[in-house]
T-cell receptor, first 112, second 114 residues
Framework: GNSVTQMEGPVTLSEEAFLTINCTYT??????LFWYVQYPGEGLQLLLK?????DKGSNKGFEATYRKETTSFHLEKGSVQVSDSAVYFC???????????FGAGTRLTVKP | ETGVTQSPTHLIKTRGQQVTLRCSSQ?????VSWYQQALGQGPQFIFQ???????GRGNFPPRFSGLQFPKYSSELNVNALELDDSALYLC?????????????FGPGTRLTVT
C-alpha cells in the first residue's frame, strides 16, 4: 500500500541550527510529495511540494528533494528560527487518487 | 479570496450520540475532503466529495457520512459516537480531484466524546 514514514520527534534545536527531518515513502504508483506544517491550534498549511523525481520544493528557507532512488523526501532548513516551532507532516498522494497519506508528524521546538 | 472555515471549533458529545460538523470551502473549489487526526497522529483520509457526490473513501465505517452542497458548504456526520472518535476533524478543499490539485485545509473541529 501507500504510506509515509517520517522521523520521530520531538526535535529540539537552538536558533540558527541546521534542520533535517527524514521522510521515506512507499507507493504503488508515482506519487506527488508534500510537506505540511501545523502551528498550535491551527490546521495544516502546505509548506512545499514536488511532483516528480529530482524536483526540489522550496519555501520560506525550507527545501526538500524528491529522490525516487531512495524513496525519500527529507525536509531541510539551513538556519531555523523560533517561529519555525510547529509540527511537520510529510505526505503523499497518487495523481489519480484522492487518498492523501500522511506521516505521524514530527514536532520541532526551536529555542532562542 | 476567503479561506476554508469550519464550525464549530470545539464540541463535546456523549458516546452513542450523533454529530454534524460543517465546512465552508474556498470559493471556486468543487472538491472537499475530510480527515480525522487523532492526538499525536497524522491526518487520516475519511472521504472526498466532488460536485456533491462521494468520490473516494478511506477505511472508515458507514456511520461516517457526508454531504456536499452547492455554494461551497459541506458536512461530516458521525452516528453512534464512540470514544475513539475523539479527534481533530479537518476538511480540505481543492479545485479538483487527485494529486494534481493542492488541498487547502481548514483549522479543524476538535471533537471530544465522553
Amino acid at each position: 500500500g501507500n504510506s509515509v514514514t517520517q522521523m520521530e520527534g520531538p526535535v529540539t534545536l537552538s536558533e540558527e541550527a541546521f534542520l533535517t527531518i527524514n521522510c521515506t515513502y512507499t507507493a504503488t504508483g508515482y506519487p506527488s510529495l508534500f510537506w505540511y506544517v501545523q502551528y498550535p491550534g491551527e490546521g495544516l498549511q502546505l509548506l512545499l511540494k514536488a511532483t516528480k523525481a529530482d524536483d526540489k520544493g522550496s519555501n520560506k528557507g525550507f527545501e526538500a528533494t524528491y529522490r525516487k532512488e531512495t524513496t525519500s523526501f527529507h525536509l531541510e532548513k539551513g538556519s531555523v528560527q523560533v517561529s519555525d516551532s510547529a509540527v511537520y507532516f510529510c505526505a503523499l498522494i497518487l495523481y489519480n487518487n484522492n487518498d492523501m497519506r500522511f506521516g505521524a508528524g514530527t514536532r520541532l521546538t526551536v529555542k532562542p | 479570496e476567503t479561506g476554508v472555515t469550519q464550525s464549530p471549533t470545539h464540541l463535546i458529545k456523549t458516546r452513542g450520540q450523533q454529530v454534524t460538523l460543517r465546512c465552508s470551502s474556498q470559493s471556486g473549489h468543487n472538491t472537499v475532503s475530510w480527515y480525522q487526526q487523532a492526538l499525536g497522529q497524522g491526518p487520516q483520509f475519511i472521504f472526498q466529495y466532488y460536485r456533491e457526490e462521494e468520490n473516494g473513501r478511506g477505511n472508515f465505517p458507514p456511520r461516517f457520512s457526508g454531504l456536499q452542497f452547492p455554494k461551497y458548504s459541506s458536512e461530516l456526520n458521525v452516528n453512534a459516537l464512540e470514544l475513539d472518535d475523539s479527534a481533530l476533524y479537518l476538511c480540505a478543499s481543492s479545485y479538483g480531484t487527485g494529486g494534481g490539485y493542492e488541498q487547502y485545509f481548514g483549522p479543524g473541529t476538535r471533537l471530544t466524546v465522553t
